[in-house]
């Protein structure tokens, strides 16, 4: 256990390692406490590195049992060895052979990082440094080598043995034993090491790459779970399709696994040729999983997949450069997404979730560049800004070059790196050369952290018929970051005038051409477009598509967004008036204004009957939720009084929207087989937001609907939409559902996460008392993240007026919690503590509170390295 935090690790400091391993046989013999692990690393000098350096290999928490040096056993004064390294001070000149052989305890790891046991079966998770925790080595993401890798194992208990890359052989052994050889020809870091040993039922498909290479796509899933991976199986197929289709990429083994383990840190793992999962992200049935879990499957399907490319065949240089393939690989699956399903509401769900996270981390102590320049513990890194914003990052350019120059750029940068562990810069060079064009001032994306802020002011003269609109970016300051720098913003348009008409956007500008097509860039302090020739100032439609991660101030005003509702042809803008006009009348009513909403309504009423898309209706109809609202706010946060008036706002909608949102039910009750398409599931979604929102306008006959909707309901969505709104209402309706609820799933663990979740947000007083109960339920377990994120992640971030209770009992039972998981599972209880980190936008009691609550974790003198450095930089 690393404790306290290591000194920081800089970008500036980055030297290439100073040997190089060329080759790497692995040989496990796999044991539950006693697991050995021999490595054999043919090793040489880097004539890049710092000549007659110690050869200097990282380790954690193993127990060393010999080593030996071209094959003579090296006495124990002939190296140094501490709880972090391994060290041979004078290794030899040329090439040489070095094997060591350490003990690893499978069973004791609770950390879930390296080889760890999940259930009954052995698997491993390496990034970003769990590699060290299997043997010594040079754990670090630019030191590529070629691996082999041969496991035995009781063939009872593991007869499924797998590796990365293709099986060159297998066979029995004597005592019951049994091996596996694994060869994975292409040269990889070690976090894209895996290995898993069990006994695991599975699913397989032949699939043929587009240059006719046969493939055997398998999932590995618990014994009678096979049937609910064939949607994963069938996103695997479809995600390999479109990466040869979009991308031009082709898988290059004759094997794909992927296992499925239910103990996972995080959501799955690209390692080559075998990735393995969080099972949440592999198993869906219509009846255990909703539309957005069929959803995620799909994205984190493709996602891992598309690390092949992106991460794996391309790797990072140092683990600064992680957005260079999360935010790459995220952008890619996005697409991937979006092109399966519908873009417009794939996108708006993505900024929804973009500003959730990621513009909350931007606006807190934690924020940081989507490429840091330094960190203490690289676990606390795999963050919002790091995949989502790095993912915004690669979709700007992609708009700011154009699709062609964005895809000649792709193609130069998987050719010429190939093989390589590249950086940012390389990434860049690629879009420079395509595009001819200095990419410098874009670069800065990477490097500054903060949500740029774009303030918007117009104006129109009456004589002169001119309507002036002038763009000013400022981006806030950020922890070690008080100047910033102009970006480059690119900015969609769109102007309409009273009628909702489009008008064309003539200009007199030197750009005239680019502002034509409604897009502009942004890239100095201030620019002012002038439209010639308007009568009437006209309603003005900005970030379209969310054109940039930015923030528009101020916001836009009541007429011209009920005109956008109405008439907007960018769905995103469109969506995005409805957003803004819930925020101001939730915002008026927390000021004390008396409000009816009537144009809003009507707004609503007619997007209603007009729309032909159900899941954009659904969005319009989700108004900001309380997190959102927090964050709107930014400062002196009332969580209470945001949610009486974000209710309110419900009640009077729901009350006037009646009529419309019963026809709605009426119209899309469930008929027919389950089907997880697009479609399908944006009827439910519709069906669902409308029942909600009704049982806001009237609670007993919402309680009565949705009483109704959960007995009939024949699939988890309409199963748990229909908890979540009799959640809302309460009463012994509430407790009748939830204890039919957990009666008919108490054996299926990822239905009973949301058993958890959804108890854990209820806003109610109640609910406190509720959450300490759960913990001690006897299902319940700190020790399985699925199931502590569940009910501690949901409470956090999902019930802000109890986590944020004013007597101080949220924080309290919340930090209890943390530290206690966090002697077992650092990585675990460091994410969950990021849930405090915007501690100083709440309201001065409160404020205190949190902050009483952070300096209690901060001061556990067994604190964990990943949990200091959280409370440390939250607390800063
Ligand atoms: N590379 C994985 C992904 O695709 C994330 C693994 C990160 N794991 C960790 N312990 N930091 O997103
Ligand atoms: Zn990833």
Not at 488 to 496: G, H, K, S
Request: charged fraction near 25%.
């Amino acid at each position: 256990m690393r404790n306290p935090p290591p000194q920081p690790i800089r970008l500036k400091d980055y030297a290439p390692p100073d040997f190089l391993i060329d080759s790497v046989e692995l040989f496990f013999s796999l044991h539950k406490s006693k697991t050995r692990v021999r490595s054999r690393l043919a090793l040489r000098r880097n004539p890049k590195g710092r000549s007659g350096a110690p050869l200097v290999l990282d380790g954690d928490d193993l127990t060393l049992e010999r080593v030996s040096l071209d094959g003579r056993p090296l006495d124990r004064e002939a190296y140094e060895t501490g709880p972090e390294n391994f060290k041979l001070a004078q290794p030899p000149e040329g090439p040489f052979i070095l094997e060591i052989e350490t003990l690893v305890d499978p069973t004791a790891n609770t950390q879930l990082s390296g080889l760890y046991r999940s259930g009954a079966n052995y698997c491993t998770q390496c990034e970003a440094q769990g590699f060290r925790r299997i043997t010594y080595f040079l754990d670090r993401p630019d030191a590529l080598a070629v691996y082999t890798t041969r496991i035995e194992a009781d063939k009872s208990e593991a007869p499924l043995l797998l590796s990365n890359g293709d099986l060159v052989e297998a066979g029995a052994l004597e005592a019951g034993r049994h091996f596996a050889v694994w060869r994975d020809p292409y040269p990889k870091p070690c976090y894209l090491f895996a290995l898993v040993g069990g006994d695991l039922g599975s699913i397989s498909r032949d699939f043929t790459t587009k240059s006719g290479r046969k493939v055997k796509l398998s999932i590995f899933v618990e014994h009678g779970k096979e049937a609910r991976a064939d949607y994963a199986m069938d996103a695997l197929e479809r995600a390999m399709r479109w990466d040869e289709e979009r991308f031009g990429r082709e898988y290059d083994l004759d094997v794909f696994n992927i296992v499925a383990v239910s103990d996972f840190n995080m959501g799955a793992m690209e390692n080559k040729g075998l990735n393995i999962f969080n099972d949440k992200y592999v198993l869906a049935s219509p009846q255990t999983a909703t539309d957005a879990d069929y959803a995620a499957v799909e994205a984190v399907i493709a996602h891992e997949y598309f690390h092949n490319w992106t991460g794996n065949r391309i790797t990072c240089r140092d683990w600064f450069q992680l957005c260079l393939k999360e935010g790459l690989t995220v952008y890619r699956d996005q697409e991937f997404s979006a092109d399966m399903r519908s873009r417009a509401v794939k996108r708006i769900n993505d900024v929804r979730t973009l500003r959730l996270t990621q513009f909350v981390e931007d606006a807190g102590p934690l924020a940081h560049p989507v490429r840091p320049d330094s960190y203490r513990a690289i676990d606390n890194f795999y963050t919002a800004t790091v995949y989502e914003k790095g993912a915004e990052i690669v979709r700007m350019l992609n708009t700011l070059i154009g699709a062609e120059a964005f895809a000649r750029g792709m193609e130069i940068y998987f050719t010429r790196f190939d093989g390589t562990a590249a950086t940012v810069e390389d990434f860049l060079s690629c879009f420079a050369e395509s595009a001819k064009r200095d990419l410098s001032q874009f670069a800065r994306w990477y490097s500054q952290a903060g949500t740029p802020v774009v303030e918007v002011a117009t104006r129109h003269d009456p004589q002169t018929r001119v309507f002036s609109l002038t763009l000013s970016q400022s981006t806030p300051p950020t922890p070690g970051q008080e100047q910033k720098l102009p970006l480059e913003i690119p900015i969609a348009l769109a102007l309409f005038d009273a009628a909702g008409n489009k008008l064309a956007l003539e200009t007199n500008d030197a750009k005239a051409d680019e502002i034509a097509q409604g897009r502009i860039v942004l890239s100095s302090e201030t620019r002012t477009l002038r439209f010639p020739n308007l009568a009437a100032a006209p309603s003005v439609s900005l970030l379209r598509g969310f054109s940039a991660p930015a923030r528009l101030e101020p916001p836009v005003g009541e007429a011209d967004l009920l005109r956008l509702l109405a008439h907007d042809d960018d769905p995103f803008n469109r969506w995005q008036a409805s957003q803004s006009l819930a925020l101001r009348s939730i915002f008026a009513r927390v000021r004390g204004e008396e409000r009816t909403d009537d144009a809003f309504a009507d707004g609503l009423g007619r997007l209603i009957s007009q729309s032909n898309d159900p899941a954009f209706t659904a969005l319009a109809l989700t108004f900001p939720s309380e997190a959102d609202l927090a964050r709107e706010q930014g400062e002196d946060v009332d969580p209470d009084a945001l949610h009486a008036a974000r209710k309110a706002l419900r009640e009077t909608l729901g009350h006037a929207l009646k009529t419309s949102l019963a026809k709605i039910l009426e119209r899309l009750t469930e008929q027919g087989a389950y089907s997880p398409d697009a479609a399908s599931a944006g009827r439910r979604a519709l069906h669902n937001v409308a029942l909600d929102l009704l049982a806001a306008g009237d609670g007993a006959l919402g309680t009565q609907l949705a009483e109704a909707h959960f007995n009939a309901a024949r699939n988890m969505t309409d199963r748990l939409a229909a908890l979540g709104t009799l959640a809302l209402v309460g009463g012994d309706a509430r407790e009748n559902a939830f204890a039919r609820f957990y009666e008919e799933f108490a054996e299926d663990s990822l239905v009973i996460d949301k058993w958890f979740s959804l108890q854990a947000t209820i806003p109610e007083e109640a609910t406190t008392r509720r959450v300490l109960d759960l913990l001690a339920h006897k299902d319940f377990s700190l020790s399985n993240p699925n199931r502590a994120r569940a009910l501690l992640g949901a409470f956090a971030a999902g019930n802000p007026t109890r986590f944020h209770a004013r007597d101080g009992s949220g924080y309290a039972l919340f930090v209890d919690a943390v530290i206690s998981i966090d002697p077992k599972n650092p990585q675990l209880a460091a994410r969950l503590l990021t849930s405090l980190r915007s501690w100083r936008t709440l309201e001065p009691d409160r404020r205190r509170l949190a902050e009483e609550a952070l300096r209690r974790v901060a001061a556990v003198p067994t604190l964990s390295g990943d949990t200091n450095d959280i409370a440390t930089r939250a607390l800063a």
